[in-house]
DNA sequence: CATGAATGAGAATTCATTCAT
DNA sequence: CATGAATGAATTCTCATTCAT
């Protein structure tokens, strides 16, 4: 998991026919796009800065993708595929609890360990998601589902409580997330002085431990 | 409270010395770039778009609000109290599971009802709060910190099992905010026939009603 | 003299039909318009600022002078009689040389102390002057006129080296101006250390004693 | 040193690395900017009409200097260099007396087949030279600092009377300027029939001429 | 592949001025 | 006398994008 997870984290993948360069570049200009996107959102960020960072010219960079949203879309597609990764590895072998905890433990390390993308999701998501088209989203709907039919039927044959799959799903999404991109401003809110025991992945077993307890 | 969480939605209260046109006018514009603003985020709201939704010529608007920012900040400002009403109603009087268990209901609603406002701030927040004065969130700061060292104190009494309050505080802010922004994109991530059988409401309960079971 | 140069420094003759409140604010209108106008040129002076600074409102002053204008002509006729003062005491009966140097050390010293008024008046003139009205210089011409013919008589008559008179007055009044205008400048060009032994009257003291020496 | 008083005249030396055409555009900007900036100074001047003036699209100039402000520098720092070319030319070995004379009337050549250069600069230096870095005045400084020295030497030596060497040199550059720019206007303020009889040189000449008589 | 040059459409402000009260 | 409200025109500057080389 690890591996892709970590690897290729913004690129897709090589088309054919295409020079060695031209991967090079893809890849890099793909990466300061994401610090760019990431922190200022799609408006805010400009190509001019990113162009900047990747070392190329405006002009050669508009080459690659030859319009702001042509970059920002190939960015997300190549993002959305990722952020799907952790589920792959649900289980339906493994024991049910356990296979859920560790699924949310592995969805809060990625989100720790890649906050940049956790922000450009998200953001792009508050907006409404205008740039994220339906063919996107189709393989990650087909894990989605698949795994959503496996923890019905874990919940059907009561080898865990019952618990709206889908829901249990968002649910996790939402928490991870939340301790990627809203970690600064909650000690912001808290004040810098606030006593806050436990570890966020403490605090999700409790909690999705005492909800899967039978 | 439903009172002072519809009613002035978005102007914060007339201040002194103002006309009665000038606080017409205030509520007018706050309103629209409340629009505005969630819509396309700080960047990408154009105050040319919210003085025509307004019904006023931009320079008029600026009449009001001299800098984008300043609009801006002051939505941010009237909405941050705003977020922070149903944290209030946490009665210490009361029995610790009912209370915190009607505290996300009434979260959850403000969420719903309220979702531009929503959507504002956790845009802000995902851009790490640029706009967000220490001054702005101290009263917030505040409230936070005595209902938090009242779920201490429920917990050290025995009376709820352990939970780390903070922690229990910002599970409740991600989960509910979730399905103010996250709702539309969520269909779409599911696909629309994805049968989600339980309500945002019965799921929020069950999870919580089980890490607070005794 | 000197009455005349300290006193009314900025005002006008009070008019006809006034009010005293009316005489009062054209007063502390045309007041702060000298410190705008002199620090930022016409262009660069905003009525706003003037209005802020006389604690009167923007339309308020604009009852008064009822164009930008207007306001900046009226100060120019003020100024332009003041500055032609020092030179009316120049006396036919008295001693031609020391007429002339006394000439310029009046002039040298309402300069300095009025460096706003100076200011303004250069500015004016570099631009090419085009907001002075031919009557407005009418009266200055004339006691020029006079004066020039006072020191070509006594150039006639031998009585000071032959001279220009026309030169001579500009000279004194380029060099005079420059006093005012130029001097941090001046400072910043021949740097903070430069040993300037002389005091600028010693300086032109010696300047025109030595052209007027017989 | 006439060559390069006429040659250059606004644009400073092209830069290492330029472009044909840029090295062509920089100049019809500077060009243009000087019209404007010495016609209405650097707050009436507007962008839209140097652009226009240049031949090009605003955004065209922009892309060149891409601030108001740091066109305005670049002109000024052009012609800082340019006004202190004459000095360079006084000759320690030359007769001192008529060394200083010739200086005057390079000065006054140069200020008069300049005009726009002079008003631009004594308009800077009007407002306190808001816009004049220290590094900008340095090498400007050393010619001044070597050449007030020079003076000096010739005075203590005897060869011409005492007299503050700064002094001499501002008011040389005070009176010069004074024919570049106030020229039309002094027209105005004597009238047009005014009998001047002498030339600016001669009067010159006959001023400076008598002080550094011996 | 790469880039310098150029641009048009808009962005936020500023500001003198007008108008009704 | 005085002012709050409103505005139109202009101004500086940004930016994605195009074009020629």
């Avoid at 409580?161 to 649910?171: G, K, M, N, Q, R």
């Amino acid at each position: 998991m690890s591996a892709r997870i970590q690897e290729p984290r913004s690129g897709g993948e090589p088309r054919r026919g295409e020079t060695l360069i031209q991967q090079r570049n893809r890849k890099i200009i793909l990466c300061a796009a994401l610090d760019e996107f990431s922190a200022h959102g799609f408006h805010g960020a400009s190509i001019a800065n990113i162009a900047r960072a990747a070392g190329l010219s405006k002009a050669n960079l508009l080459y690659y993708f030859s319009r702001k949203e042509e970059l920002y879309r190939a960015l997300l597609t190549s993002l959305i595929d990722t952020w799907g990764v952790p589920l792959t590895s649900l289980d339906p072998d493994g024991d049910p609890r356990e296979e859920l905890l560790s699924y949310v433990r592995r969805k809060l390390q990625q989100t720790r360990t890649m906050p940049r993308e956790s922000r450009l999701l998200a953001n792009e998501i508050l907006q409404g998601g205008p740039h994220l088209e339906g063919e996107t989203l189709e393989s990650l709907r087909r894990i989605v589902q698949s795994k959503t039919d496996l923890i019905r039927s874990w919940s059907a044959a009561g080898r865990i409580p019952h618990v709206d799959a889908p829901h249990l799903l968002i649910s996790i999404w939402a928490l991870t997330q939340n301790y990627a991109d809203y970690d600064s401003q909650i000690r912001r809110l808290l004040g810098e002085e606030a006593d806050i025991s436990d570890t966020p992945q403490t605090f999700l077993e409790t909690l999705y431990g005492s909800l899967l307890a039978s």
